[in-house]
């Protein structure tokens, strides 16, 4: 409530937030966190946490009266439509030169993404963090973040016979016929789980397609995880529907930050003004930055350093589809959850996620979530005008990663005789090329903080999230996340604390 004071105020209850709250709380350290989203914990009219995928409902999308899906049209028809306004659970948050798409509620991104947890291959680990000790990483905080996070890998017997991976298998024998190799992705999901779906002994959940929107079952998001050990420490409050807009030194010491109570219409219905000794920015690539932008822009934070809002990437994310022979059918059951990719990042600097199209009808197309070596980093800034935080991100910024993702594709077609779908990003459009699920940077480790994340300039302010990886982890970003801020917190808890 107003006017409290407490200990430790995390802002945002994604990955770094998480392991950040639940670390101190083990150390005997009360901690309140602070979530703009829902807390996700009620069914709706449907009996359902989450709405289904194929028929997304206001619980769909953060604030918008129209959804706005990654892929916007299939056969050329658009396939968007009006939803009521509410804070649902998938943000397209739009910038001048890219969408970028994050979770919102208790579980950040763990409530929406794919659950493809992959840890980079440790020779181009010093690429992505160059300060850091891979030692430590990967004997250490690599092993725990797996750990918590409850990663698997498919159990290849059962890859070869499920219906619901039939999509994979096309995807590895092409890739295969190409010379590329074809590796299994570990992933959060619970396998075993799976195989009952699949068998129609338990509601289904990925092999209904369930993803973009939540997981009603089968996926371990930090609900599962890191937030259902959190809650039995007994010691961390979690706010849903509560945003830090601001956060500044206090009078007499520890920092005063103002924090809005949402309503699920996304109006303000209250203005808390609270006082923390500690602040753990935890808001996620955008959040943190916008908020670290804004607050030295505007005086709260004048003394941030000049790194702030720099080094922004997309992970390199670029999407297409193929076209398929008539021969190849890809399945009309398909499991949400990619379990595999091929690998051409040391020659061609592409790893491609062989995805699902979870139409229900068989497509006889293969679609693909590729990453790529892009070079590019954008910065955010302050503007004035608007009083928003803008990105400078230009679309054509996209090229490089189009033709990294062309040294896959341009091959395999030539190989099958087939050619890309140009159905799905809108009317003669290949390339999937205005979006990105996985920001990364704007507050990198080593420049606009010390090297464990800690912002000097004000004692007690620390930056936990996907901003401190300066733009591309090579693999999906949140077991890097995870390992960083257990590394990160560890060092704080035992020299701060
Ligand atoms: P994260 O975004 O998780 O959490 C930040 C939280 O802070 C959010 O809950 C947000 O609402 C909250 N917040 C923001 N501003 C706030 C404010 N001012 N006040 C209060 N709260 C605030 N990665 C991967 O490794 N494998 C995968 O398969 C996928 N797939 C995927 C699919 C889709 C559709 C998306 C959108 C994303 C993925 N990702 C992924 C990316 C992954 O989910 C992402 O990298 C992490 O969630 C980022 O973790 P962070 O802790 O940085 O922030």
Redo the contacts with the bound molecule.
């Keep these: 409530s107003s006017g409290a004071r407490v200990s430790v105020l995390v ?7 998480s392991v950040a709250a639940l670390r101190l709380a083990q150390a005997g350290v009360d901690v309140h966190m ?4 829902m807390a996700w914990d009620t069914p709706g009219a449907d009996g359902k946490i989450f709405a289904h995928t194929t028929k997304p409902d206001e619980r769909s999308f953060w604030l918008r009266t129209k959804t706005k899906q ?1 892929l916007s049209s299939f056969l050329g028809f658009p396939i968007d439509r009006d939803i009521q306004r509410y804070t649902g659970i ?1 943000d397209a948050e739009e910038f001048a030169g890219i969408t970028v ?10 409530l ?7 840890t980079p291959k440790r020779e181009n680990f010093r690429a992505i963090l160059p300060s850091v000790n891979p030692d430590e990483m990967y004997n250490v905080y690599y092993p725990r973040a797996n750990a918590e996070l409850g990663v698997h890998t498919i159990d290849p017997a059962w890859f070869e016979v499920a219906e619901c991976y039939q999509y994979a298998r096309v995807g590895r024998k092409q890739a295969q016929r190409s010379g590329f190799p074809f590796v299994f992705v570990p992933n959060v999901y619970d396998w075993d789980y799976m195989k009952q779906e699949q068998a129609g002994t338990a509601p289904r959940s990925a092999v209904a397609g369930e993803l ?1 929107y939540g997981n009603n079952y089968g996926k371990k998001s930090l609900q599962k995880t890191y937030l259902k050990q959190i809650a039995a420490t007994g010691r961390v409050t979690i706010s849903p529907l ?4 601001s956060v500044t030194p206090a009078p007499r010491g520890g920092y005063t930050v103002e924090i809005e109570q949402l309503t699920t219409a996304g109006a303000v219905s209250t203005t808390k003004t609270i006082t923390a000794d500690t602040v753990f920015f ?4 955008v ?1 943190t930055s916008k ?1 670290l932008v804004k607050l030295k822009a505007t005086g709260a934070l004048p003394n941030l350093n000049s790194e702030i809002g720099k080094g922004w990437g997309d992970n390199g994310n670029v999407m297409c589809g193929r076209a398929n022979h008539i021969w190849d059918p890809t399945g009309t059951l398909q499991a949400s959850v ?1 379990t595999g990719g091929i690998d051409n990042w040391a020659a061609g600097g592409a790893f491609a996620e062989v995805a699902p199209l979870p139409t229900g009808i068989e497509t006889w197309a293969s679609f693909y979530l590729t990453l790529t070596n892009n070079p590019h980093r954008a910065r955010f800034h302050w503007n004035p005008s608007t009083k928003q935080v803008d990105l400078d991100w230009q679309k054509v910024w996209k090229q490089p990663s189009i033709e990294m993702a062309k040294t896959i594709f341009h091959k395999i077609n030539a190989t099958e005789g087939t050619i890309y779908r140009s159905d799905l990003f809108g009317v003669n459009t290949i390339w999937g090329d205005h979006l990105t ?4 940077g704007g507050a990198v480790l080593n420049k606009a903080t010390d090297n464990y994340g800690r912002l000097v300039e004000y004692p007690g302010l620390y930056v936990m ?3 401190l990886i300066p733009g591309n982890t090579s693999v ?4 890097t ?1 995870t390992a960083l801020a257990e590394r990160n917190i560890e060092e704080i808890i035992a020299s701060d604390f």
């Design positions: 802002i945002g209850s994604g990955y770094g937030g602070i979530e703009m989203g990654p998938l798409y994050q979770g919102r509620g208790v579980g950040g991104g763990s929406v993404n794919g659950g493809m947890a992959v973009l509560h945003r830090v807009t935890a808001a996620g690539s959040g908020l990619p699920y996985h920001p990364l999230d996907g901003s999906n970003p949140f077991v996340i």
